[in-house]
């Protein structure tokens, strides 16, 4: 039978992003059916991967390298569902990862609800994005993407708060930030698919911002730390550079992010 930290492993280590994100939700029903039945699948441990497989394609530049974007074109527009693909399938890396990464540290059982419950939308946004591209006459792999998405799962390799601080709380939140705007782009082009494929991550993100506040305020009270504070040092450690706003501050409240939290780092130390 496997484990939890089991059904992780096998994601990370599964290179293609549609085989990937099948596995992933596969295993998500499979853990909350099992909790449904009153018979939970054990945690477990196992050894997660450094980095995640991943498909031949795309070629992963330097953010410096990748094109700019200019949505007001046909092209512009399919770069910009790639670009959201590429961070929809990393999310879905970064989500079972902290699950055998941190294994050792006891967690409530709802910790692994929330974290399985949030790979298992990130594979659907992942999907989401793939079927947006194609019916645009392209693919996931079809132009260069970014390579320092999996930056912040190697710099937080050995620190769980430090992984809480800056992926749910900093990465995913900027995520709230930006997509009103690309929404817009899309509904300006009639571009309803993906439309409703960006609201439904939209509406759908504020939940795993909030997983992100809620399991390092949990900690905070374990090790009896001030929340802000503790945030506040462990960004200024893990994040490269200042916090860039406009903040979406309503949707940040509601994921439980307040603007003494997010305001101070946008000053350089």
Not at 221 to 232: I, T
Not at 233 to 253: D, I, M
């Amino acid at each position: 039978m496997m484990t939890l930290c089991d059904m992780a492993v096998d994601v990370l280590t599964t290179a293609d992003g549609r085989a990937k994100t099948a596995k992933s939700r596969d295993y998500a029903s499979q853990w909350f059916a099992a909790r449904a039945a009153g018979t939970p699948v054990e945690v477990g441990t196992a050894t997660p991967p450094l980095r995640p497989s991943r498909p031949d394609a795309p070629e992963l530049l330097d953010p410096r390298d990748v094109p700019k974007r200019k949505p007001g074109s046909p092209q512009g527009r399919i770069a910009l569902l790639h670009a959201v693909a590429h961070i929809e399938l990393n999310a879905v890396d970064l989500h079972w990862d902290i699950i055998p990464r941190f294994a050792g540290i006891k967690m409530p059982m709802g910790f692994y609800d929330d974290w399985v419950k949030a790979a298992d939308e990130e594979s659907k946004h992942f999907n989401l994005m793939c079927d947006c591209l194609e019916e645009q006459g392209s693919f996931y792999g079809a132009l260069p993407a970014h390579a320092g998405m999996w930056r912040a799962a190697e710099d937080t390799v050995d620190d769980f708060m430090g992984r809480l601080a800056v992926v749910p709380m900093v990465l995913e939140a900027r995520g709230l930030d930006v997509t009103p705007g690309m929404i817009e782009i899309f509904r300006k082009a009639d571009a309803t698919s993906a439309v409703a494929a960006l609201e439904t991550i939209y509406s759908e993100e504020v939940a795993h911002v909030a997983y992100g506040s809620k399991w390092f305020h949990f900690l905070c009270g374990r090790h009896e730390q001030d929340p802000k504070d503790a945030f506040h040092t462990l960004v200024r450690r893990y994040f490269k550079g200042a916090l860039k706003p406009p903040f979406n501050e309503e949707k940040r409240a509601e994921a439980g992010l307040p603007p003494d939290f997010y305001w101070p780092l946008t000053e350089t130390v």
